[in-house]
């Protein structure tokens, strides 16, 4: 899976939590949280989807620090 | 003979729009069972019966918009013959005042009965329903899925063979759609603006706050964590209901019901938990039991509320069962929330945003995990004394997570 499969899965990913983003807009090197209204509960439904599509099991201590899709994607990359 | 009527839906809803049926005459109905989905302001609710029976008449056709409470369908019960339920829902004769039998309200309904429906109505679940609405797709053009129902996955199928871009995202609703989540928007805006007005018109409230530590609560939840695949993981919001339905047990006159001038204390500890809406707006869905069940459930139990809450696919029992409300900020939100009781519950638990404060521990500072805990009360039913102590009660309690943490018998 090369980089842009990668965004382009995390994406759907989120997309599926929150339908009303629009993907395109977002900024990938800009904190994820500021841009798009996610809770907790949001975040977490997230990761279990990004396991679900990639297989990637992201640990608690892990997640806390994946704040951008830059660093989402680049974690997801070596995950892989 | 049983009527059933539209359920209660909580204290924001009055009214609402049948959208179909889910039984037929003649259908064996069980206790619990879905028979219809109706629209309220909120959301599309799929309506519970709460008896065992047969369907013999349907009153309402989809479409009809109708208060809470009103007949909409009649059921026989084990051991009733179809004849003997005609003959009670029989027109009344004309001697009998039309106040004195029941079953003259039922009667004035009866005599028009709904025309049989197409035999082969297609079954859509809510959750489908609204994502159509959203994404501007006619719910009649989806094509049903494997079991014969058209379910959420059908609608994203059927939108994903409508939008070609390489990536998937949600396109844009079309103008049609978005005029009515507009509408939806205000509408719901406005019967929050109703119940919230009524309860500040006839709710003498009072307010407290407690600052407590969460060094153990935090601590707890990291190490259970630490061990737990994502599908396992633990939120802070179920360690935080747990707590406030183990706390209400010794405090039960924050639990329950204000009604015809009196209290009634809870029959359960059922926790109306505030969800926000994605579109704006929020509901209250209850989870039933807190205080029985464990952390894991309760952490199940609260995503999958959640999660059904935001996709529009609530019960009608969740929507009335609250015996208290709690709200949470979250992690994005602000240091304390002085919350509006939900009528006709009695209090309302907030918190607020984990906070890194000063915290004084032994004739010294150290910056610690901390969230401010708010209630807000009915002074018709408790006091500030009593409702300190349960705050105060509240705080120790999350002192030792592992021990709360358990179902309580």
Wanted: charged share 25%; glycine share 8%; aromatic share 4%.
């Amino acid at each position: 899976m090369n980089r842009e499969e990668l965004l382009a899965a995390i994406l759907d990913a989120l997309t599926g939590i929150a339908p009303e983003i629009d993907a395109t807009a977002l900024a990938p090197a800009k904190p994820l949280r500021d841009q798009v209204d996610l809770d907790s509960a949001d975040w977490l439904n997230f990761l279990v989807a990004l396991h679900a599509r990639l297989g990637i099991d992201i640990p608690d201590a892990d997640a806390a620090r994946l704040t951008t899709l830059d660093r989402l994607v680049d974690y997801c990359g070596k995950k892989l | 003979m049983i009527e059933f009527r539209l359920p209660s839906l909580g204290a924001d809803m009055d009214e609402g729009k049948l959208l179909e049926w889910r039984v037929q005459p003649g259908d064996a109905v069980k206790k619990g069972q879905i028979v219809c989905v109706v629209d309220t302001a909120k959301a599309a609710i799929d309506v519970e019966c709460w008896h065992d029976g047969t369907v013999q008449r349907l009153l309402v056709e989809p479409g009809t918009t109708i208060p809470i409470g009103t007949p909409m369908a009649i059921l026989r019960e084990a051991g009733e013959s179809e004849a003997q339920v005609e003959r009670l829902i029989a027109p009344a004769p004309p001697a009998s005042k039309p106040t004195a039998a029941p079953t003259a309200v039922v009667a004035s309904v009866a005599t028009a009965p709904v025309a049989a429906a197409p035999a082969q109505r297609r079954r859509i679940s809510p959750a489908a329903r609204k994502r159509a609405l959203q994404l501007g797709i006619g719910i009649d053009d989806v094509p049903e899925g494997a079991e014969g129902t058209v379910e959420l996955a059908d609608v994203e199928q059927a939108a994903r063979k409508r939008a070609t871009p390489p990536i998937a995202r949600a396109p844009a609703p079309s103008a049609p759609a978005a005029a009515t989540m507009a509408e939806r928007a205000a509408q719901m805006r406005k019967v929050i603006g109703a119940a919230m007005a009524r309860s500040k018109r006839e709710i003498p409230h009072y307010y407290l706050a407690e600052d407590v530590l969460l060094t153990a609560a935090t601590d707890w939840l990291a190490e259970q964590n630490a061990s737990r695949g994502v599908a396992d993981r633990l939120l802070l919001a179920p360690l935080l209901l747990k707590c406030v339905a183990a706390a209400l047990r010794r405090f039960p006159e924050l639990n329950g019901y204000y009604r015809d001038d009196a209290f009634a204390a809870g029959e359960g500890i059922h926790i109306g938990v505030a969800i926000s809406l994605r579109a704006g707006g929020l509901i209250t869905p209850a989870l039933m039991d807190v205080d029985r069940k464990d952390i894991d459930q309760i952490n199940r139990e609260l995503l999958d509320l959640i999660r059904r809450t935001r996709a529009g696919s609530l019960k009608s029992t969740e929507l009335s069962a609250g015996t208290i409300t709690v709200t949470s900020l979250g992690d994005q939100g602000v240091g304390a929330v002085y919350g509006v009781i939900y009528p006709p519950q009695v209090a309302l638990v907030g918190f607020g945003r984990v906070t890194e404060r000063p915290w004084a521990v032994d004739g010294g500072l150290r910056a610690a995990p901390v969230i401010t805990a708010t209630l807000a009360a009915d002074h018709r039913v408790s006091d500030g004394h009593r409702g300190g102590l349960f705050l105060a009660a509240l705080r120790d309690l999350l002192q030792n997570p592992a021990e709360l943490t358990k179902a309580m018998p």
